[in-house]
């Protein structure tokens, strides 16, 4: 066979088809971020406030917001952040915030998600940034609380390895 057959080096989808970012369903369109991002800035903080004992990971949150708007971050981790913050930030949603007991829990699950997903992007800067805004919304406490809650419900064993809370202080 020839050199270069499909039948002697492996393919990948995107050797089969030409890629072209331009033409992707699945990309976010620049409109569609800018959207997504003045919904971010409209509402982020003023949600943080009104949800702050409901939102366990909250130095998390505040640690991808600032990651979404650093430009250094690559433009597909800013785009699911900044589509899963308004997601967030947004009252008319899936559920309704409005709906008792159920509102919300969308909302979060959708962020803790992307967060996770992301989480190699939210850098130790942004953990900074997200541990100073807190300090001064006088949120820090609630971090630190938080915390205190998760560790007496989640008691270590010895040898175990701690739960990644780096820059949630």
């Known amino acids: 066979k020839r050199r270069g057959s499909p039948h002697i080096f492996p393919m990948t989808g995107r050797d089969m088809i030409p890629y072209d970012p331009a033409h992707d369903p699945k990309?976010?369109?620049a409109r569609v971020m800018q959207r997504n991002e003045a919904q971010v800035e409209r509402g982020f903080w003023?949600?943080?406030?009104?949800?702050?004992?409901?939102?366990?990971?909250?130095?998390?949150?505040?640690?991808?917001?600032?990651?979404?708007?650093?430009?250094?971050?690559?433009?597909?981790?800013?785009?699911?952040?900044?589509a899963a913050l308004a997601y967030f930030v947004v009252p008319s949603d899936m559920i309704p915030d409005f709906?008792?007991?159920?509102?919300?829990?969308?909302?979060?699950t959708v962020l803790f998600a992307t967060i996770r997903i992301v989480?190699?992007?939210?850098?130790?800067?942004?953990?900074?940034q997200a541990r100073n805004r807190l300090a001064a919304l006088g949120l820090?406490?609630?971090?630190?609380?938080?915390?205190?809650?998760?560790?007496?419900?989640?008691?270590?064993?010895p040898g175990e390895t701690p739960p990644d809370t780096a820059g949630d202080a």
Do not use: W
């Open 99 to 108: 709906v008792a007991g159920l509102g919300f829990t969308d909302d979060a």
């Open 140 to 157: 820090h406490r609630r971090v630190a609380e938080q915390q205190a809650a998760t560790s007496q419900s989640h008691p270590q064993t």
């Open 119 to 128: 989480s190699g992007h939210i850098t130790d800067r942004h953990r900074d």
């Open 27 to 29: 990309a976010q369109e």
């Open 46 to 82: 003023a949600k943080l406030r009104r949800n702050v004992g409901r939102l366990p990971f909250l130095a998390d949150a505040v640690g991808a917001y600032y990651c979404a708007f650093d430009p250094r971050t690559p433009r597909p981790v800013k785009a699911m952040l900044l």
